[in-house]
């Protein structure tokens, strides 16, 4: 399969989408923060002093995803017609996971507002904590599933279990 950003000479171009058909697009990212014992519990228990983490984090991402043609060059503009974000609180090993899922009814997929969107969650819990811990690793960003288009349903393997 060849790249679609690039034009015959190799020149990047963002690709025509006005032959598509306008179908409902969705797709669902994830991603995670691990971070130390003390922090989760401090998120967990509203005890960070710039305030309630997951749910600024959660308006972060989702105003990342709103953004995601202005981060990145190539992406059309989308007229999203739902952002959402999510978590799960993994206390055995001090990990956040977050989702973020987008929907929009159009030409183009919605893959790169979910990706983003779970980015800039994950980096506003960075930011909000980085007084209690440093040493936070964000990681296992990818796309989970999406829906829509031409190339149909695409799912995620799962993970084999440890």
């Not at 507002?113 to 930011?127: P, R």
Request: glycine residues 10%; negative net charge.
């Amino acid at each position: 399969m060849d790249f679609t950003h690039f034009d015959a000479k190799g020149n990047a171009w963002m690709v025509d989408v006005s032959e598509k058909q306008d179908t409902v697009r969705e797709a669902t990212a994830a991603g995670s923060i691990f971070m130390s014992a003390e922090c989760f519990e401090k998120v967990c228990s509203g005890g960070i002093a710039k305030g309630d983490v997951l749910g600024t984090a959660r308006i972060a991402g989702i105003m990342g995803a709103k953004k995601t043609s202005d981060l990145i060059p190539l992406c059309h503009i989308l007229n999203l017609t739902k952002l959402s974000v999510d978590f799960e609180l993994h206390a055995e090993n001090n990990e956040i996971r977050a989702f973020c899922t987008a929907k929009t009814q159009g030409k183009t997929g919605v893959e790169m507002e979910a990706l983003t969107g779970v980015s800039v969650t994950l980096l506003t819990i960075y930011d909000m904590c980085k007084a209690i811990d440093k040493g936070m690793e964000i990681g296992e960003i990818r796309l989970l599933r999406k829906s829509g288009g031409k190339s149909g349903l695409y799912e995620r393997s799962p993970e084999p279990a440890e």
